[in-house]
């Protein structure tokens, strides 16, 4: 039996028994309840007390033998390895077995709504540790697998930040198969995430302000109707499209442009300079430049760099501007020298946030730019991004443990870093801005 | 006019305004409308962006939608069902998609109504040897129990012993029939033979070859050819030794039109064979040579011959190559001729019968798709396809015209006239290899592909594929369907897990939480976990969901939807959370304050009161971030989404793909095919994303409420 069927059978099992738990609880009351006879809380309190008496100890079972089986004792006393069936059966045959005592044990004084309730409070707080959880979770993953790769014996952390070697996999055993080492100095995937985001930001950043300045200060109100859910939809293409678009219809006409440029404008100024040979001043574009990532990646951002800006305008209180008005300033004065200074923190903590948007993105560079690694500032050139070595280091016959597998939680946790520094440097600054209007 | 420059406000930081007086009010407006200008230019870019990238998108993904299908005459025989490529006609072969030749025989053998039954007279006897209780029919003449046994499959079987046992008895079909008489299932090779064997009918009479090496008789076949190819075969049907000497003539004979292979198929079928011949076809369609002959397969306990493209003119005996069984163990025999006789001989005898008279799914014609390379081929603008066709000759002209020129005597008008011609001619031979590169056909394909055109037999019909297929190697076979059963699993569990759980935490921070430092963290921790960049949720699936699963269960949960699912749950969990959190708040206190008035419970409060009244709200956040978690790629790469999945999913632990990552996958093939394919998926995605974001708009609009 499959671990898939042994799960849809739980489900399956579960959902019943917890109806049956909760009927056969709310019977007694009900009944009571037609006699006139006083219960402390309603009937359904009832029956949820019978639900929760009934899984409590299966949960409680639940953990300890999870618990037996990261000791290990679990494997050495009764020999199973994986316990996953045993807890599944655990939450099928003990709540069934329970379900009848539990049910006699309900009598009028019990003070069924106030356990119930006590429970659905700590549901509550659980369901709102998950998050807090995934943060944890998604921290120590990439930390301890990247902890493992710096202090790989293959690896050097300093050559890590500094060296302009990324060949991971280009390391050989004696054997002569690949071992999955190789040489790992991230510079120039950091170069181009630098580079990828710089040109991205250059997009979307005017773009963004001041499409958010038209949406809240400027636009009728039939346009904004029209323009804000456009802007919306923007928001709302996959990214994977935005690669397509990027590595089918923009690499291409950029190269194509480049060449174009190549030969109608710098040839002749080459030979008008007298230039000649390598000395010649072209543009080459190759077919996994960094500038169609980084433009297309801008354009992905100016609806959010535009919404959450407009929020910040349009939190600017009106006094200001009405005040400015009747001070004689022009509509764009208002704009350029009370709301956008005002809004400033705001906007700030939107380009913060549009950064490490950027940084994160990993679909348009896949797609668009390099695999390969290559220390250069020129947008034309071949480029490779931190998300794109991730992507490629983990979609290979690597096995878990090997340098090249690790590599990609090292580059992880670089990533981690970076972008929570972000976020968090984002949210003070609107929190300082918040505080100052409100 | 007052001055700006006495501004104290707070929120000027640099208090700098006082040029203001020097500049006149007219250009102050004109700033300011200009300022007006950049912002509607920004908005502009945006929109303009928008329109540009779905008309890009369409535009290239509107040749995906249809699909060249080719007219194929298909051909349901012994030799289509044991080789793939023989259930259509050389000539449109080479056309055909792969995967539509590895249909045809399929279907034919597939073909529910056409079951193979072989009659037993059933007596008593032991359940435990139901061998000694059939008997062989008496039309079968020599046949003997162990023979007739052979060719009962095991349902057959199955059915003798349970009325032997007297479980149930044997319907007795037809009352004129025999009361001992039964039928039962025969086995599957007898089946699969006998179900192709659309020829079964004696209708085939040949005999042959006698002493002097000559065949004779008749091959009719029942309404096959097409009888307006006028093709003319002529076949030489050698003989090989023992030893490997010299192929030798020993008959000519020409047979009936058009789809002579299938018939030299069956002529040799009907020839005697004690050795190994090998028949070698000399074709002409309308006095010209057809330049493909095929081989089929004979063989005898010794020898298996292979099949061949062997070239027509000249005959060439030594391209056909041979080799001995003994050597190498074949994957799968066919069944040998003599077998074939027997079943065939069985069959006339009334021993064995086939369920319906015209029991081979036998359509004449039908249209298949044709190969990828036809269709891309096909949906080239006009102008290459012309000019692939014209330009070669326009090149040979010119290239004559120069030659005529350069034998001239040398003046200045000739140069010049020779220096536009070979502008000229390399304009046009540029032109032609950049057309060239834009199709896999060659010239000679290209010519029969327009004849096929011009024929009628093939058109474009919208590509259903597209829809109704799932991953496959050949564009013109691959579609979304199991991207899209993966995606509405991954959706369902994504729902299932994140909507309890996010709106759970909404009521708890807005409701229930008191207003401290865990609250304060878990409030911080959602707004940064938005901002997480989501391939790190892919990094904690790895590390987490399948580490973790291998921990609990002895499964790989890897590619399956499972882990998807688990993985794009928590990454779409903060924006449940917010957009929940929102909708609660909107909820005016009033609300509240009435029901603990009344003497509710905060929990009964939250339950029967908040709740309903914020669910619109929730619903269209939970909307939104559904739509996004449908967008999500890099995180499902990551947790091995990748896997090539043909056929879709049948549950939670199969392998899985979702659309995104179907479009990610077909970006990386290389075949052109698969460009139009990216293409027309993305329009699917969005057209999905558009109607859920519509959705959650509309549900905002009309049942979001003013208080």
Same mark, same amino acid.
């Given at each position: 039996?499959?671990?898939?069927?042994?799960?849809?059978?739980?489900?399956?099992?579960?959902?019943?028994?917890?109806?049956?738990?909760?009927?056969?609880?709310?019977?007694?009351?009900?009944?009571?309840?037609?006699?006139?006879?006083?219960?402390?809380?309603?009937?359904?309190?009832?029956?949820?007390?019978?639900?929760?008496?009934?899984?409590?100890?299966?949960?409680?079972?639940?953990?300890?033998?999870?618990?037996?089986?990261?000791?290990?004792?679990?494997?050495?006393?009764?020999?199973?390895?994986?316990?996953?069936?045993?807890?599944?059966?655990?939450?099928?045959?003990?709540?069934?077995?329970?379900?009848?005592?539990?049910?006699?044990?309900?009598?009028?004084?019990?003070?069924?709504?106030?356990?119930?309730?006590?429970?659905?409070?700590?549901?509550?707080?659980?369901?709102?540790?998950?998050?807090?959880?995934?943060?944890?979770?998604?921290?120590?993953?990439?930390?301890?697998?990247?902890?493992?790769?710096?202090?790989?014996?293959?690896?050097?952390?300093?050559?890590?930040?500094?060296?302009?070697?990324?060949?991971?996999?280009?390391?050989?055993?004696?054997?002569?198969?690949?071992?999955?080492?190789?040489?790992?100095?991230?510079?120039?995937?950091?170069?181009?995430?630098?580079?990828?985001?710089?040109?991205?930001?250059?997009?979307?950043?005017?773009?963004?302000?001041?499409?958010?300045?038209?949406?809240?200060?400027?636009?009728?109100?039939?346009?904004?109707?029209?323009?804000?859910?456009?802007?919306?939809?923007?928001?709302?293409?996959?990214?994977?499209?935005?690669?397509?678009?990027?590595?089918?219809?923009?690499?291409?006409?950029?190269?194509?442009?480049?060449?174009?440029?190549?030969?109608?404008?710098?040839?002749?100024?080459?030979?008008?300079?007298?230039?000649?040979?390598?000395?010649?001043?072209?543009?080459?574009?190759?077919?996994?430049?960094?500038?169609?990532?980084?433009?297309?990646?801008?354009?992905?951002?100016?609806?959010?760099?535009?919404?959450?800006?407009?929020?910040?305008?349009?939190?600017?209180?009106?006094?200001?501007?009405?005040?400015?008005?009747?001070?004689?300033?022009?509509?764009?004065?208002?704009?350029?020298?009370?709301?956008?200074?005002?809004?400033?923190?705001?906007?700030?903590?939107?380009?913060?946030?549009?950064?490490?948007?950027?940084?994160?993105?990993?679909?348009?560079?896949?797609?668009?730019?390099?695999?390969?690694?290559?220390?250069?500032?020129?947008?034309?050139?071949?480029?490779?991004?931190?998300?794109?070595?991730?992507?490629?280091?983990?979609?290979?016959?690597?096995?878990?443990?090997?340098?090249?597998?690790?590599?990609?939680?090292?580059?992880?946790?670089?990533?981690?870093?970076?972008?929570?520094?972000?976020?968090?440097?984002?949210?003070?600054?609107?929190?300082?801005?918040?505080?100052?209007?409100? | 006019?007052?001055?700006?420059?006495?501004?104290?406000?707070?929120?000027?930081?640099?208090?700098?305004?006082?040029?203001?007086?020097?500049?006149?009010?007219?250009?102050?407006?004109?700033?300011?409308?200009?300022?007006?200008?950049?912002?509607?230019?920004?908005?502009?870019?945006?929109?303009?962006?928008?329109?540009?990238?779905?008309?890009?998108?369409?535009?290239?993904?509107?040749?995906?939608?249809?699909?060249?299908?080719?007219?194929?005459?298909?051909?349901?025989?012994?030799?289509?069902?044991?080789?793939?490529?023989?259930?259509?006609?050389?000539?449109?072969?080479?056309?055909?998609?792969?995967?539509?030749?590895?249909?045809?025989?399929?279907?034919?053998?597939?073909?529910?109504?056409?079951?193979?039954?072989?009659?037993?007279?059933?007596?008593?006897?032991?359940?435990?040897?139901?061998?000694?209780?059939?008997?062989?029919?008496?039309?079968?003449?020599?046949?003997?129990?162990?023979?007739?046994?052979?060719?009962?499959?095991?349902?057959?079987?199955?059915?003798?012993?349970?009325?032997?046992?007297?479980?149930?008895?044997?319907?007795?079909?037809?009352?004129?029939?025999?009361?001992?008489?039964?039928?039962?299932?025969?086995?599957?090779?007898?089946?699969?033979?006998?179900?192709?064997?659309?020829?079964?009918?004696?209708?085939?009479?040949?005999?042959?070859?006698?002493?002097?090496?000559?065949?004779?008789? %008749?091959?009719?076949?029942?309404?096959?050819?097409?009888?307006?190819?006028?093709?003319?075969?002529?076949?030489?049907?050698?003989?090989?030794?023992?030893?490997?000497?010299?192929?030798?003539?020993?008959?000519?004979?020409?047979?009936?039109?058009?789809?002579?292979?299938?018939?030299?198929?069956?002529?040799?079928?009907?020839?005697?064979?004690?050795?190994?011949?090998?028949?070698?076809?000399?074709?002409?369609?309308?006095?010209?040579?057809?330049?493909?002959?095929?081989?089929?397969?004979?063989?005898?306990?010794?020898?298996?011959?292979?099949?061949?493209?062997?070239?027509?003119?000249?005959?060439?005996?030594?391209?056909?190559?041979?080799?001995?069984?003994?050597?190498?163990?074949?994957?799968?025999?066919?069944?040998?001729?003599?077998?074939?006789?027997?079943?065939?001989?069985?069959?006339?005898?009334?021993?064995?019968?086939?369920?319906?008279?015209?029991?081979?799914?036998?359509?004449?014609?039908?249209?298949?798709?044709?190969?990828?390379?036809?269709?891309?081929?096909?949906?080239?603008?006009?102008?290459?396809?012309?000019?692939?066709?014209?330009?070669?000759?326009?090149?040979?002209?010119?290239?004559?015209?120069?030659?005529?020129?350069?034998?001239?005597?040398?003046?200045?008008?000739?140069?010049?006239?020779?220096?536009?011609?070979?502008?000229?001619?390399?304009?046009?031979?540029?032109?032609?290899?950049?057309?060239?590169?834009?199709?896999?056909?060659?010239?000679? %394909?290209?010519?029969?592909?327009?004849?096929?055109?011009? %024929?009628?037999?093939?058109?474009?019909?919208?590509?259903?594929?597209?829809?109704?297929?799932?991953?496959?190697?050949?564009?013109?076979?691959?579609?979304?369907?199991?991207?899209?059963?993966?995606?509405?699993?991954?959706?369902?569990?994504?729902?299932?897990?994140?909507?309890?759980?996010?709106?759970?935490?909404?009521?708890?921070?807005?409701?229930?939480?008191?207003?401290?430092?865990?609250?304060?963290?878990?409030?911080?921790?959602?707004?940064?976990?938005?901002?997480?960049?989501?391939?790190?949720?892919?990094?904690?699936?790895?590390?987490?969901?399948?580490?973790?699963?291998?921990?609990?269960?002895?499964?790989?949960?890897?590619?399956?939807?499972?882990?998807?699912?688990?993985?794009?749950?928590?990454?779409?969990?903060?924006?449940?959370?917010?957009?929940?959190?929102?909708?609660?708040?909107?909820?005016?206190?009033?609300?509240?304050?009435?029901?603990?008035?009344?003497?509710?419970?905060?929990?009964?409060?939250?339950?029967?009161?908040?709740?309903?009244?914020?669910?619109?709200?929730?619903?269209?956040?939970?909307?939104?971030?559904?739509?996004?978690?449908?967008?999500?790629?890099?995180?499902?790469?990551?947790?091995?989404?990748?896997?090539?999945?043909?056929?879709?999913?049948?549950?939670?632990?199969?392998?899985?793909?979702?659309?995104?990552?179907?479009?990610?996958?077909?970006?990386?093939?290389?075949?052109?095919?698969?460009?139009?394919?990216?293409?027309?998926?993305?329009?699917?995605?969005?057209?999905?994303?558009?109607?859920?974001?519509?959705?959650?708009?509309?549900?905002?609009?009309?049942?979001?409420?003013?208080?």
């Amino acid at each position: 039996m499959s671990a898939g069927t042994v799960l849809i059978l739980a489900l399956l099992g579960i959902v019943p028994i917890a109806a049956l738990g909760f009927f056969l609880g709310r019977r007694k009351p009900m009944a009571a309840l037609a006699d006139g006879q006083e219960f402390h809380s309603s009937p359904d309190y009832y029956g949820w007390y019978a639900v929760v008496w009934m899984f409590a100890p299966a949960l409680a079972i639940s953990f300890l033998i999870l618990a037996l089986q990261s000791m290990g004792v679990l494997e050495a006393v009764i020999g199973i390895e994986r316990p996953g069936v045993l807890v599944l059966g655990a939450w099928i045959a003990l709540p069934a077995l329970l379900a009848w005592p539990i049910v006699r044990t309900i009598r009028p004084e019990l003070r069924a709504r106030i356990i119930v309730e006590r429970v659905v409070y700590g549901i509550l707080v659980l369901a709102s540790l998950v998050s807090i959880l995934t943060t944890i979770a998604i921290t120590l993953s990439v930390l301890f697998e990247a902890i493992q790769f710096f202090t790989h014996p293959d690896v050097d952390a300093l050559e890590f930040f500094t060296s302009t070697r990324w060949a991971p996999g280009s390391g050989w055993s004696a054997g002569g198969a690949a071992s999955g080492s190789g040489q790992f100095g991230a510079l120039p995937l950091f170069t181009g995430t630098f580079i990828i985001t710089l040109i991205a930001m250059l997009v979307a950043a005017p773009v963004g302000v001041l499409a958010a300045v038209y949406m809240s200060e400027f636009a009728p109100r039939r346009i904004r109707r029209i323009a804000k859910p456009l802007l919306e939809v923007l928001a709302g293409i996959p990214t994977v499209v935005y690669g397509f678009f990027a590595a089918i219809t923009v690499t291409p006409a950029l190269v194509w442009l480049a060449d174009g440029v190549d030969a109608y404008v710098l040839m002749p100024l080459n030979q008008a300079l007298g230039v000649t040979g390598d000395q010649m001043w072209l543009l080459e574009a190759t077919h996994s430049n960094g500038l169609s990532p980084g433009l297309i990646m801008g354009v992905m951002i100016i609806p959010f760099m535009s919404s959450l800006s407009d929020d910040v305008i349009s939190a600017v209180p009106h006094d200001l501007r009405k005040g400015a008005h009747a001070l004689g300033a022009t509509d764009a004065e208002v704009v350029k020298r009370v709301v956008l200074p005002a809004a400033t923190p705001g906007i700030v903590s939107a380009f913060l946030l549009s950064v490490s948007r950027a940084i994160g993105e990993t679909m348009i560079v896949t797609m668009a730019a390099s695999v390969q690694a290559n220390q250069t500032f020129n947008p034309l050139d071949n480029m490779t991004t931190v998300t794109v070595q991730i992507v490629y280091l983990l979609t290979g016959d690597q096995k878990f443990d090997s340098a090249m597998t690790l590599a990609a939680f090292g580059l992880g946790l670089t990533l981690l870093v970076l972008t929570l520094i972000l976020n968090v440097v984002a949210s003070i600054v609107i929190r300082k801005f918040h505080q100052q209007y409100e | 006019m007052a001055s700006l420059s006495r501004n104290t406000d707070m929120t000027d930081p640099h208090g700098q305004l006082e040029t203001d007086d020097e500049i006149p009010v007219r250009r102050r407006r004109r700033q300011s409308r200009r300022f007006k200008t950049y912002c509607v230019i920004a908005i502009l870019i945006a929109c303009a962006f928008l329109g540009y990238f779905l008309f890009d998108v369409a535009y290239r993904a509107y040749p995906a939608f249809w699909q060249a299908k080719i007219h194929v005459t298909m051909r349901y025989t012994p030799l289509s069902v044991q080789q793939q490529n023989a259930a259509v006609t050389a000539d449109k072969r080479p056309f055909v998609s792969r995967g539509a030749l590895r249909t045809i025989p399929r279907e034919a053998t597939r073909n529910p109504q056409a079951e193979v039954k072989v009659r037993v007279d059933l007596e008593k006897g032991d359940p435990a040897n139901p061998i000694q209780a059939i008997r062989p029919p008496e039309a079968a003449g020599s046949l003997t129990r162990q023979q007739l046994a052979k060719l009962i499959g095991s349902e057959g079987k199955d059915e003798i012993v349970a009325e032997l046992r007297g479980e149930h008895e044997l319907v007795i079909e037809k009352a004129n029939r025999t009361p001992g008489q039964r039928w039962v299932w025969a086995t599957d090779s007898v089946n699969t033979y006998l179900k192709a064997f659309q020829a079964a009918t004696g209708q085939n009479e040949v005999t042959g070859p006698d002493a002097t090496g000559t065949v004779s008789g %008749a091959i009719q076949w029942g309404g096959w050819g097409k009888p307006d190819t006028e093709v003319t075969i002529k076949a030489k049907l050698l003989e090989f030794g023992r030893e490997r000497e010299a192929p030798k003539v020993l008959a000519t004979r020409t047979l009936e039109p058009s789809t002579a292979e299938y018939e030299l198929s069956y002529a040799l079928n009907e020839i005697e064979l004690g050795r190994l011949y090998v028949v070698q076809i000399e074709a002409l369609a309308n006095g010209e040579p057809v330049r493909r002959g095929m081989q089929p397969v004979l063989t005898d306990r010794r020898h298996r011959a292979e099949f061949v493209d062997i070239d027509l003119d000249p005959v060439d005996t030594s391209s056909i190559k041979w080799t001995h069984w003994r050597d190498e163990a074949p994957a799968a025999p066919p069944i040998s001729y003599e077998r074939q006789r027997y079943l065939r001989r069985l069959y006339l005898n009334g021993v064995l019968r086939r369920r319906f008279n015209d029991m081979i799914h036998t359509r004449e014609t039908a249209w298949v798709p044709a190969k990828s390379d036809v269709d891309q081929y096909l949906q080239l603008p006009r102008r290459v396809r012309d000019g692939l066709r014209t330009l070669p000759q326009q090149i040979e002209g010119l290239k004559k015209k120069l030659a005529n020129l350069s034998a001239e005597s040398s003046n200045s008008t000739v140069e010049q006239k020779r220096q536009s011609l070979k502008s000229r001619l390399d304009k046009l031979q540029q032109d032609y290899t950049q057309y060239r590169r834009r199709t896999r056909l060659d010239a000679e %394909a290209r010519q029969q592909v327009h004849r096929l055109v011009k %024929a009628g037999d093939i058109q474009f019909g919208f590509n259903y594929n597209f829809f109704t297929n799932g991953a496959s190697t050949l564009p013109e076979h691959a579609g979304i369907f199991s991207a899209t059963v993966g995606t509405v699993m991954v959706l369902g569990l994504v729902l299932a897990f994140s909507f309890p759980v996010g709106v759970l935490t909404a009521i708890y921070l807005e409701e229930f939480a008191p207003d401290n430092k865990l609250t304060q963290l878990i409030e911080v921790n959602i707004n940064n976990l938005a901002a997480v960049p989501s391939i790190l949720f892919g990094l904690l699936g790895l590390a987490v969901f399948i580490g973790g699963g291998l921990f609990l269960f002895d499964v790989d949960i890897r590619s399956t939807a499972l882990v998807a699912g688990l993985t794009l749950s928590l990454k779409i969990l903060p924006i449940i959370i917010i957009s929940s959190r929102a909708a609660l708040r909107a909820v005016p206190e009033s609300i509240r304050l009435g029901a603990l008035a009344m003497g509710a419970t905060r929990w009964q409060t939250v339950c029967h009161h908040v709740l309903p009244q914020s669910l619109s709200g929730i619903l269209t956040g939970t909307i939104i971030g559904l739509a996004q978690a449908i967008g999500e790629t890099a995180p499902l790469i990551i947790v091995g989404l990748v896997a090539f999945v043909p056929a879709a999913a049948d549950g939670m632990m199969s392998d899985t793909t979702v659309l995104p990552v179907q479009i990610f996958q077909w970006f990386s093939r290389s075949q052109p095919g698969f460009r139009g394919l990216t293409a027309a998926a993305i329009l699917v995605l969005l057209a999905v994303l558009l109607t859920m974001n519509a959705t959650a708009v509309l549900l905002r609009a009309r049942f979001e409420k003013r208080w």
